[in-house]
């Protein structure tokens, strides 16, 4: 992304620093000289701070997003302007075994972090993220903004829960702020290898057929990590713009792809095609969402924004990057 002044010197405020995609936003944010404070909960051994150089460049608070005082005491002490709010528990299988943990974090979290922003008027532009599993399973694809938000899973309605409540805030409260409806975000730095891009990149790697769930035949839209660090910036930015506030926007590339030729087109990009990955049916469940994709016509219309990023270069990025650290994760 082109450095613009826009965020020099800018006291910004990112929760979910330490995940995959707050860690990407933080480097980018630190490449253009703002000041940026990160809300950390715990401490893994592996985090986006250690890989991503971020030690010492960035101020490191540790903390609960549920916490009102806690963030309140933040909000004033870093004398925030701008918030982008990515703290969240991501993980589906870990929400639907922990589904109290991921309201407490997900919903709960959010509105605490509108509330403290509320009562912090000095806070500019906020940037909620929700998802594109904030919708649910639709018949008519790519979802756009107007798809009304039927997410039933544990996560799926934890992200539609914080989808409505940021935007009740703004249309109760006028707060500054938009969200975020992100396809399936990869890219260098993710850590989570649970996740079907990394697993099966890393299963290329070590020469393994990689396992595929539901037969193959789920679709999922992907966005490539650099062109969703764009869309939450251009976003943030926009939010000068009065018509922008209270909006929700979709970012991906509607080239929707199955979970099998996603795993095939991996495995030919590693340069590994004589292996096949092995389709399994056992793991589908009621709650799992069959078919997904995202328009931005919506962004790039209002924002200018749309993808820079084909699957395939992002994909190469990727691979490239796994392969530089497959012996540290």
């Known amino acids: 992304m082109d450095n613009n002044n826009f965020w020099q010197k800018r006291n910004v405020l990112v929760t979910g620093g330490n995940g995959f995609i707050g860690g990407a936003l933080s480097r980018e944010l630190v490449g253009q000289r703002a000041n940026v404070t990160l809300i950390v909960r715990d401490w893994p051994k592996l985090g986006a701070l250690e890989f991503l150089g971020l030690e ?167 966005l490539y990590i650099k062109d969703a660090v764009s869309a939450y910036l251009l976003l943030a930015q926009a939010l000068d713009r009065k018509e922008i506030q209270g909006q929700p926007y979709n970012f991906g590339l509607n080239k929707p792809v199955t979970m099998l030729d996603l795993a095939n087109l991996i495995l030919l990009l590693v340069g590994r095609s004589d292996i096949k990955p092995k389709v399994i049916s056992e793991c589908k469940t009621s709650a799992e969402i069959d078919q997904q994709s995202v328009s931005f016509e919506k962004a790039k219309t209002e924002l200018g924004w749309e993808p820079k990023w084909s699957l395939e270069q992002g994909l190469k990025e990727t691979i490239n990057w796994y392969k530089e650290h497959l012996r540290e994760i």
Not at 56 to 80: C, M, T, W
Not at 96 to 120: D, M, V, Y
Not at 135 to 155: A, F, M, V
Request: proline share 5%.
């Open 56 to 222: 010492g460049k960035v101020n490191i608070v540790k903390g609960s997003v549920a916490d009102l005082e806690f963030i309140l005491r933040i909000l004033a002490e870093y004398d925030i302007d701008a918030v982008f709010h990515l703290a969240a528990q991501a993980i589906v299988k870990i929400a639907n075994a922990s589904p109290l943990s991921t309201f407490e974090s997900n919903i709960k979290g959010t509105w605490t972090i509108l509330e403290a922003c509320r009562q912090f008027p000095q806070v500019k532009r906020i940037v909620v993220a929700s998802s594109d599993k904030a919708y649910g399973d639709q018949k008519q694809l790519p979802y756009t903004e107007d798809t009304p938000l039927l997410g039933l899973s544990p996560y799926d309605a934890s992200k539609a829960c914080a989808d409505i409540l940021a935007r009740s805030f703004y249309h109760t409260y006028k707060l500054p702020l938009a969200v975020t409806r992100c396809a399936n975000t990869y890219g260098e730095g993710d850590l989570n290898i649970s996740r079907v891009i990394p697993a099966v990149i890393i299963s290329g790697l070590k020469g393994e057929s990689p396992v595929i769930n539901n037969n193959g035949i789920s679709i999922r839209d992907f």
